[in-house]
Structures are given as structure tokens and as C-alpha cells.
Nanobody, 120 residues
Framework: VQLQASGGGLVQAGGSPRLSCAASGTFFSINVMGWYRQGPGKQRELVAT???????NYADFVKGRFTISRDNAKNTVDLQMNSLQPEDTAVHYCTAAARGRSWSPYRNYWGQGTLVTVSS
């Protein structure tokens, strides 16, 4: 499974970029898709996840600013980010839990990361 993320870049404080991620390759199904981020000098942390059935999980710091969505038919997941602040500067990683066969366990896959830099 390959995950290709796009949409990062330089934004001003208060900006609203949208990240997109597409899964490709050979797999039977994808369960959870989501986004993590890693800021400068920080550990990677959860941003938001969205399960195939629709259950969402957001980090506390999101505070209603971000919305995760996905297109199951296209195997894509998007993250709409609003009201960004400089502390939101981070490399954002797309992730997906996929399995190759119906009887196989799910395995986590990671994209290469896309940098979002928020200027004050």
C-alpha cells in the first residue's frame, strides 16, 4: 500500500489548508485512515482518524478546527484545517490500516509526510 499526501506548504496564521491523501496498490480493504503530525523537536502525535464505518477520533488540540473526511470508493482521506497557528507547524503524515486478504490482519501504512508551515 502506498500513501501519497499532498496539500502542505506555507500558510499564514489563520489560514485553512486542506491535506489530501490517496492510497494505492494491492489490498483487500482499508479500515482506519487518518493523519498524524510531528512538529519540530516533538514526537509524532495523532491529529485525527476516521474508520471505515464513520467513527472519528480527534486530538484535543484540534478543538473543532479540523475536519477529517474520506472517500471509501477512491481510498482517499482529507484533512481540512482551519484557524492554523504557528504551533501547528509540523510534518503531517497520512496513515491507513489495510489488509491484503479478507483473512489477513490489518497492518498500518504511512505516507512520506507533507510539511505545513504556519507563519505568524
Amino acid at each position: 500500500v502506498q500513501l501519497q499526501a499532498s496539500g502542505g506548504g506555507l500558510v499564514q496564521a489563520g489560514g485553512s489548508p486542506r491535506l489530501s491523501c490517496a492510497a494505492s496498490g494491492t489490498f483487500f480493504s482499508i479500515n482506519v485512515m487518518g493523519w498524524y503530525r510531528q512538529g519540530p523537536g516533538k514526537q509524532r502525535e495523532l491529529v485525527a482518524t476516521l474508520a471505515n464505518g464513520g467513527d472519528t477520533n480527534y486530538a484535543d488540540f484540534v478543538k473543532g478546527r479540523f475536519t477529517i473526511s474520506r472517500d471509501n470508493a477512491k481510498n482517499t482521506v482529507d484533512l481540512q484545517m482551519n484557524s492554523l497557528q504557528p504551533e501547528d507547524t509540523a510534518v503531517h503524515y497520512c496513515t491507513a490500516a489495510a489488509r491484503g486478504r479478507s483473512w489477513s490482519p490489518y497492518r498500518n501504512y504511512w505516507g512520506q509526510g507533507t510539511l505545513v508551515t504556519v507563519s505568524s
